[in-house]
């Protein structure tokens, strides 16, 4: 890792990526925060060789470090640039502040892209508009008749894979009924403030913002919120090229309107799933099934989510039980599956 964070300030780095990628402008929006010359390639069938050079996966993003080291997972890279550019921080000093920046940083890679990836491919309209825009991306050459029919392609495979992240006809509603509680929760803690947490972004934007700019790009829910909700588009753009106008918030400040959104969202749903998903990957089960508010959601398990859950909790642990922050994750329901 130290090749990765060996500063070479007259080299770009690569960032490998696709508009339509919740990880891949997650990591582009925070370079462009830190301002660190880089280069956004879009990844398509004319860049395919050169990113199988560096890529151990076959996801995105892909960012080529000037050492030409590759490295694909999100949180990750923007953990390890923070530390090689601490300049205007994205970790609040407060401690409570920092952890829920944390905890909604997990949030937005786990459960918010449920929301994306169930409610791109859910209807018709958004399945046709996704899957156009990635055959556009991927073979911008092509013929109409050919782009036609590689959408077509596109469409069905994405639609089938739903179930990767828990939708199916079971959890379909409560996926959606928590993205539309969600966009009206934030759409309040957002018209006081240009960030989540105040007056710059965090280390949470960046992960919730990569998803809801990809929930926003799609049909259905581009008109839902750029009809009813003007502060969180306000950020949804802002985020694009995201600065500091303000300094972070005291959790006192954040309260009123962010702990509803995390009892709710987090609290209720997110980590009560995330202890299901953990124990079945634990118990070695093919499914996990877990009551939700009073609902039962069932899926496969997701083993990566597993590995991050773990990496959380040792983030909790670092914190020595600080007495602040502990009062907030038992009041929202958090505390019993970071102990």
């Given at each position: 890792?130290?090749?990765?964070?060996?500063?070479?300030?007259?080299?770009?780095?690569?960032?490998?990526?696709?508009?339509?990628?919740?990880?891949?402008?997650?990591?582009?929006?925070?370079?462009?925060?830190?301002?660190?010359?880089?280069?956004?390639?879009?990844?398509?069938?004319?860049t395919?060789?050169?990113f199988?050079?560096?890529?151990?996966?076959?996801?995105?993003?892909?960012?080529?470090?000037?050492?030409?080291?590759?490295?694909?997972?999100?949180?990750?890279?923007?953990?390890?640039?923070?530390?090689?550019?601490?300049?205007?921080?994205?970790?609040p000093?407060?401690?409570?502040?920092?952890?829920?920046?944390?905890?909604?940083?997990?949030?937005?890679?786990?459960?918010?892209?449920?929301?994306?990836?169930?409610?791109?491919?859910?209807?018709?309209?958004?399945?046709?508009?996704?899957?156009?825009r990635?055959?556009?991306?991927?073979?911008?050459?092509a013929?109409?008749?050919q782009?036609?029919?590689?959408?077509?392609?596109?469409r069905q495979?994405?639609v089938?894979?739903?179930?990767?992240?828990?939708?199916?006809?079971e959890?379909?509603?409560?996926?959606?009924?928590?993205?539309?509680?969600?966009?009206?929760?934030?759409?309040?803690?957002?018209?006081?403030?240009?960030?989540?947490?105040g007056?710059?972004?965090?280390?949470?934007?960046?992960?919730?913002?990569?998803?809801?700019?990809?929930?926003?790009?799609?049909?259905?829910?581009?008109?839902?919120?750029?009809?009813?909700?003007?502060?969180?588009?306000?950020?949804?753009?802002?985020?694009?090229?995201?600065?500091?106008?303000?300094?972070?918030?005291?959790?006192?400040?954040?309260?009123?309107?962010?702990?509803?959104?995390?009892?709710?969202?987090?609290?209720?749903?997110?980590?009560?799933?995330?202890?299901?998903?953990?124990?079945?990957?634990?118990?070695?089960?093919?499914?996990l099934?877990?009551?939700?508010?009073?609902?039962?959601?069932?899926?496969?398990p997701?083993?990566?989510?597993?590995?991050?859950?773990?990496?959380?909790?040792?983030?909790?642990?670092?914190?020595?039980?600080?007495?602040?922050?502990?009062?907030?994750?038992?009041?929202?329901?958090?505390?019993g599956?970071?102990?």
């Amino acid at each position: 890792m130290a090749d990765f964070l060996a500063d070479m300030s007259d080299h770009k780095y690569r960032i490998y990526g696709a508009e339509l990628s919740p990880y891949s402008v997650k990591v582009r929006s925070y370079f462009r925060f830190k301002q660190i010359p880089h280069q956004w390639i879009i990844r398509s069938a004319a860049t395919m060789d050169e990113f199988a050079k560096f890529a151990k996966l076959p996801i995105i993003p892909l960012l080529v470090t000037p050492q030409l080291e590759g490295a694909q997972d999100s949180t990750l890279v923007i953990e390890q640039l923070e530390a090689l550019h601490p300049k205007d921080s994205i970790y609040p000093e407060d401690t409570t502040v920092n952890f829920v920046s944390t905890l909604l940083e997990e949030f937005g890679d786990e459960w918010a892209n449920k929301w994306m990836f169930h409610c791109r491919w859910a209807r018709d309209i958004d399945q046709i508009a996704s899957a156009g825009r990635i055959a556009q991306l991927t073979q911008p050459d092509a013929s109409s008749e050919q782009l036609g029919e590689l959408t077509e392609q596109v469409r069905q495979r994405m639609v089938g894979r739903v179930g990767f992240v828990g939708s199916n006809a079971e959890t379909a509603p409560q996926i959606e009924a928590s993205l539309h509680l969600a966009l009206e929760q934030l759409e309040v803690h957002l018209e006081s403030r240009p960030y989540l947490l105040g007056g710059r972004p965090s280390f949470g934007d960046f992960s919730l913002w990569g998803q809801l700019y990809n929930v926003w790009t799609d049909p259905t829910n581009c008109a839902l919120i750029e009809a009813k909700m003007p502060s969180l588009l306000a950020w949804i753009q802002r985020m694009l090229w995201p600065r500091i106008e303000g300094d972070f918030e005291s959790w006192e400040s954040l309260k009123p309107t962010l702990k509803p959104f995390i009892k709710a969202q987090i609290g209720e749903l997110f980590l009560p799933w995330t202890q299901a998903n953990a124990d079945a990957i634990a118990q070695g089960k093919d499914e996990l099934s877990v009551q939700l508010n009073g609902q039962t959601w069932t899926q496969k398990p997701q083993k990566y989510h597993a590995k991050s859950y773990q990496v959380l909790r040792k983030k909790y642990a670092a914190l020595n039980s600080h007495q602040a922050t502990n009062e907030l994750l038992q009041k929202t329901g958090c505390l019993g599956a970071l102990i």
